[in-house]
């Protein structure tokens, strides 16, 4: 580092960094819609109008952020533990299909009081489940944690499909989903047709993941592990335990997905309801510095994004829906890959003020 910059203020590295890097992806997104033909300005007026002009338009954004915080929570944690977990997506799916088994097997007879817990818990096991293999692999075996994980999706997939197209398909249904859930496997709703209690699940997630990491000798261990395996060794961290219970929890927090999607949108277990949320979880932890405040709010982000960008394409014909997932992929590389460009200037202007 040059001897006339100095490390960024704490503020403007959690916050001001972001800020920066997001104004610097809608400056390029801006160039790209005035290219195509339309107006930069206009653009942004409907994609702010299309994610919180209404009362439907915010409940669409806080659904789809409901997803993104368990998603996103669930890369964090992986990440304090130096380890990367790319199998959100598996994971979710199925902690979709635990949930759906566990309501499909005792909706007619369980009350609300009792499904709704039961269901929820069964979403957290089965994704804690599904990871407890790579990890187990990562922490017995020596395997690669990206490469198990990432394998583990398309065997998800597989199994999926092979359930709801041979065991689980709702008799007399051309399409391959179970029969609709009874009432007492439903999540209430909050806002228009798709907001749910489960938004509150999530944000009860970020205090206890908080909690957990920050307060609790297990999290210590875990962000130990994560900085420096050697001195977590020393200080007498079981690296192994450590690896199980990160992936185990990550796991568990991506199949909370399935609440949102399954117990209060869909009402009954269908193919592809996960939506690539798994994956965009990475974009949503690393935006959020592996922080559950920070997570949520990169989540409302990147739900205003997908909602109003999909009223963007349908206002504006010629920006298409390829468009839009163009838009959302340069938020991730100006957050992600080019995080680190603006700290240079940023450093020779603090220092210059501070003289």
């Known amino acids: 580092m040059s001897p006339s910059r100095k490390p960024l203020p704490a503020w403007a590295d959690l916050a001001l960094v972001p800020l920066i890097n997001i104004a610097l992806a809608f400056i390029t997104i801006g160039i790209i819609v005035w290219l195509i033909g339309d107006d930069p300005f206009q653009a942004l007026k409907l994609l702010v109008i299309g994610a ?37 997506e598996g994971q979710a799916y199925i902690g979709g299909l635990g949930c759906g088994l566990v309501i499909l097997a005792f909706d007619k007879v369980l009350p609300a009081w009792a499904m709704v817990p039961l269901g929820i818990v069964a979403a957290a096991l089965f994704g804690a489940a599904w990871a407890a293999v790579p990890a187990w692999l ?4 020596g395997s690669h944690i990206v490469i198990t994980t990432i394998m583990m999706n398309f065997v998800a997939s597989a199994l999926m499909v092979y359930m709801m197209v041979n065991v689980l398909i709702a008799p007399g249904s051309m399409t391959p989903q179970s029969r609709g859930f009874a009432p007492s496997g439903q999540l209430p709703a909050l806002m228009g047709p798709t907001l749910n209690y489960s938004i509150v699940l999530a944000l009860a997630c970020c205090v206890l993941v908080w909690i957990f990491l920050w307060h609790t000798p297990w999290g210590f261990a875990l962000r130990a592990m994560g900085h420096n395996r050697a001195a977590a060794i020393y200080a007498g961290t079981n690296l192994k335990r450590m690896t199980m219970v990160a992936i185990c929890l990550s ?19 269908l193919l592809d309801f996960q939506a690539g949320y798994g994956f965009a979880g990475i974009a949503v932890a690393l935006m959020g510095r592996n922080h559950p405040l920070g997570v949520v709010l990169a989540a409302l982000l990147f739900g205003a994004l997908q909602q109003g960008g999909a009223e963007l394409a349908f206002d504006m014909p010629d920006i298409t829906r390829e468009t839009v ?14 995080e680190h460009l603006p700290r240079p200037w940023l450093q020779t202007l603090f220092s210059w003020r501070s003289r």
């Open 52 to 88: 919180v002009g209404s009362l439907d338009a915010i409940g669409y954004t806080l659904y789809y952020a409901t997803n993104f915080i368990f998603t996103g929570l669930a890369v964090a944690v992986a990440f304090h533990a130096g380890l990367f977990n790319i199998g959100g």
């Open 251 to 269: 796991g568990a927090l991506a199949g909370l997905v399935a609440t949102n999607e399954l117990m209060g949108v869909q009402h009954r277990l």
């Open 325 to 338: 997932v163009t838009i959302q992929g340069l938020v991730i590389l100006f957050s992600g890959a080019l």
């Open 138 to 141: 990562q922490a017995w075996r």
